[in-house]
């Protein structure tokens, strides 16, 4: 009888220590979601030959070398994204293609607070979205191009 107790007893402190690992897992993910990731943190200015910048509307197409991708990188490097998201939005949109010296490509699309990176959107924050349009903006004013 004594035997089935003490048994009985770590049974349910085994079945405790399993729901609290449980539970504090679903919390880490919970405030993962609620503070987003930063998707693009280790992007590297040094790793980019360039930038082609496309704002539309109108339409413009603008190529960003040098001290411009790196400011470029400051910004996405901050770009907090939350959840991964399915839906396009309508707006003003800045599409970055990112070549990097080791020959492959980056895909990055802004608009709003809508991000989408090689393909895959997530929810980002507004502020961050908005300084990427000002950023190509500021370059399209820096090469006295009308955007």
Known sequence: MENQTAASARGRRGLQRIIAVVV???????????LGTRQMMYLAARDITR????ITPPGTTLTATGDDTAEAVKVLNKTVCYTPQKDEVAGQT??????????????????GDFLTIDGKGYRARLSDGEKLSDWAQALAEKQNIQS
């Open 51 to 54: 930038i082609e910048v496309t």
């Open 94 to 111: 800045v599409a970055l293609t990112i070549y990097k010296h080791d020959g492959t490509t980056m895909a990055v699309t802004s608009c």
């Open 24 to 34: 504090v897992l679903a919390c880490l993910a919970g405030v993962r979601l609620l």
